[in-house]
């Protein structure tokens, strides 16, 4: 009796090669470029910089501490000078903070002082460079954890409040909210941040519900109570009132697959923003040319999903000055670096120095056309020639990998904001080029009057003439 036949092996797929990751230390007092040992690290940040088309930006709040705002969890973070004999300063960041009257008063002190040093800050040369990657269309999304909202101030960067649960989205997400904004906690009503309201332990109560219940008490209905106005900032241990539209916003990011991740500026400590950060390295991983940068003065968290291909220790603001882009609104244009030497045209019209010239004519007379005769340039036509035809851009090839990577990655956002099923956003149509605006026809001075042609008969004139003019007539006087 024969054996049965044994099942043939199965084919090991090849496990994908290892990632190495390089380190560009930025730390060094001097501001030009780092160590010439690093010029390949360096030269792979400033390329992410200048070339990436889909990036995705992952900050906190160590981008604003070039603006004067502290940080959190630093030795001079807010944790640390709000500290008390009694509570830490992490508590005053909690849903819990409500439920104290000291914790309360505090609380409200701390978001006054905190929306005054925001108000008087300006934004860095980070927040610039964002901009100007918005405004080049290559920022896929900033998602923000700072409160202080001075990246929207800038137009390229600027949000929608509440986020809405279908795109197209803002270029900017506050995945902590922001101290612009206050809200009811009843009614849900939003409305600009007043800081005169925040004082004491008692929470100002709301103006919609106040209204509502007045117009409520003439009809004769029963009081459905006043709700009490907070800052529009999301506290440790609450819900995140736009979460269903952050989980949607990242599910659609994710499958518009982007090509570079950086992640600056944060310590990674809240669970929602470590799952959008793994999300968004592991596609970027399975994106043919796709890189992750990790900017912080410390090393990331030792996590198998934190893989960057690139950490960066320093501060981002010196990335900035090594990346040189131009800034978004063209307030940086400054001519050619000095190149040359910007002339007072005052000086030059007061000169009467002459000067010889020399005026070109045409080879030979009986060529001249009449000086006083205009002629109508001749109509180009507008048909293209059937032989031309306009080349189709190569698509891309997506592979098998990075689909089904997406696919999941996009069912695990979801899970942790609430879920919400959201179209990625429509592809907008490329602006297509302007049409030239045709030139009026050159028409000569009438204070300058070219010799009349001579005969055909007559010799031709020479090729050019020599004239003295004063220099002040070359300055355009308009």
Known sequence: MQK????????????????????????????????TNQKRQLDTLLKLLHKKKKIVVIAGAGISVGAGIPDFRSSNGLFTTLSTAKNSGKDLFDASVYRDDELTSSFHDMVRTLHSMAAEAEPTEFHQLLATLATE????????????????????????????????????????????????????????????????????????????????????????GVGKLRPRIVLYNEFHPDGDAIGAVTAADIKARPDAVIVVGTSLKVPGIKRIVQEMCKTVADTRGGISVWVNNHDPPSAKDYSFDLVVKGDCEKVARLAKLPRWDGSDSEGSDGSFTELDPNELR????????????????????????????????????????????????????????????????????????????????????????????????????????????????PTHSVRSIPISMLINQG
């Open 137 to 224: 269309g290559r920022l896929l999304r900033l998602y923000s954890q700072n409160v202080d909202c001075i990246e929207t101030r800038l137009e390229p960067l600027k949000t929608t409040i509440p986020l809405q649960l279908k795109g197209p989205w803002p270029r900017t997400v506050q995945v902590h909210g922001g101290l612009e904004k206050m809200n009811c906690s009843k009614c849900g009503w939003v409305g600009e941040f007043e800081p005169k309201l925040f004082v004491g332990a008692q929470p100002p109560e709301c103006r919609e519900c106040l209204e509502l219940e007045s117009v409520r008490g003439v009809a004769g209905k029963r009081s459905l």
């Open 350 to 461: 007061i000169s009467n120095q002459q000067v010889e010239v020399q005026i070109p004519h045409l080879p030979s007379p009986s060529l001249s056309p009449d000086p006083h005769t205009i002629v109508a340039p001749e109509k180009k036509s507008r048909k293209r020639p059937a032989a031309i035809e306009k080349e189709k851009p190569a698509k891309k090839a997506r592979t098998k990998t990075t689909a089904k990577s997406a696919k999941k990655a996009a069912g695990n956002i979801k899970t942790t904001f609430k879920s919400g099923k959201a179209k990625p956003p429509p592809k907008t149509k490329a602006a297509g080029s302007k049409k030239t605006t045709k030139l009026p026809p050159l028409v000569v001075s009438e204070d300058v009057v070219a010799p009349s042609s001579p005969p055909p008969s007559v010799a031709p004139s």
């Open 4 to 35: 049965d036949a044994e099942p043939a092996a199965k084919r090991q797929k090849r496990s994908p090669k290892p990632r190495e990751t390089e380190f560009l230390d930025l730390r060094s007092p001097s501001p030009e470029a780092p160590n």
